[in-house]
């Protein structure tokens, strides 16, 4: 397995310090750069494109949290949230956080976590390579079938209790950003698909799938009625009785959608 290439977040320089000296005494770990503000590390994530990321939740400008707020609907890494305060551990885990690392935390807690990373990180490339091999197949057979150079994808492979399947994309009732991945939800299951959404949107049928949020992305077969919310957003209703919120910034774009339908 290639280094581990992280990136240290900490507005407090001897708090990246001790951090840098323990991934450096780790042979299979790359310092890929540090970041001293939260609006730093949006930009360094973007520019450097970590595997794993040790994030401080308190900073200037921008919070921990606030950074991955910035970056979604990106690619992320595995995020470690680094703090002294341990309100925030609940929050951490919500946003789907590898782990949280309460200061002062000594040399075995910090390995520990360092371990749990890169067994992530070696799953997910054993995966991914599966995945690619897989992707040449589906490609092979899209451009022979009836939506031949539509540029859509007909079907995706997703991972599913070990196995490595394929979902025929009308199936999918709606998509919402997930961390690294996005869910893809189909009646009562769900399949974790780890790319981002806008690269995702770009390879799925326009005509049949609707961005209604930064975070979701709906099928519009499956969409019952509209109804309106506050400070110009409004409520989808699926046809199953799920509510998604619709963001002021998608909203003219739905009403046209429904309209011509």
Avoid: C
């Avoid at 807690?109 to 995945?131: N, P, Q, S, V, Y």
């Avoid at 394929?166 to 189909?186: M, Q, R």
């Amino acid at each position: 397995m290639k280094p581990i290439r992280a990136l240290i977040v900490d507005d407090e320089v001897p708090a990246r310090r001790r951090i840098l000296k323990l991934l450096r005494s780790d042979p299979g770990v790359t310092v890929a750069g540090e970041a001293g503000s939260g609006a730093d590390a949006v930009r360094r994530v973007r520019e450097l494109r970590p595997d794993l990321v040790f994030l401080d939740v308190q900073m200037p400008d921008l919070d921990g949290f606030e950074v991955l707020e910035a970056l979604s609907g990106e690619p992320l890494p595995l995020i470690v949230f680094v703090t002294a305060f341990d309100k925030h551990a609940l929050r951490a885990f919500e946003v789907h956080a590898l782990d949280y690392l309460l200061k002062p935390f000594d040399d075995e807690r910090f390995e520990t976590t360092l371990a749990r990373a890169k067994d992530r990180l070696r799953l997910e490339a054993a995966g991914e390579a599966a995945e690619r091999m897989l992707a040449l197949l589906a490609e092979r057979q899209s451009a022979s079938g009836d939506n031949a150079g539509s540029g859509s994808a007909t079907r995706l492979l997703v991972r599913s209790h070990g196995r490595v399947e394929f979902v025929d994309v009308n199936t999918i009732d709606w998509i919402e950003a997930d961390s690294v991945y996005v869910k893809l939800h189909l009646g009562r299951d769900n399949h974790l698909l780890r790319d981002s959404l806008k690269s995702l949107e770009s390879r799925l049928p326009p005509a049949r799938f609707l961005r209604v949020h930064r975070s979701t992305i709906v099928n519009v077969e499956r969409i019952r009625e509209l109804e309106p919310y506050f400070h110009g957003e409004s409520i989808l209703v699926l046809a199953d009785g799920t509510r998604l919120k619709v963001s002021r910034t998608y909203a003219e774009r739905v009403r046209r959608a429904l309209e011509g339908r």
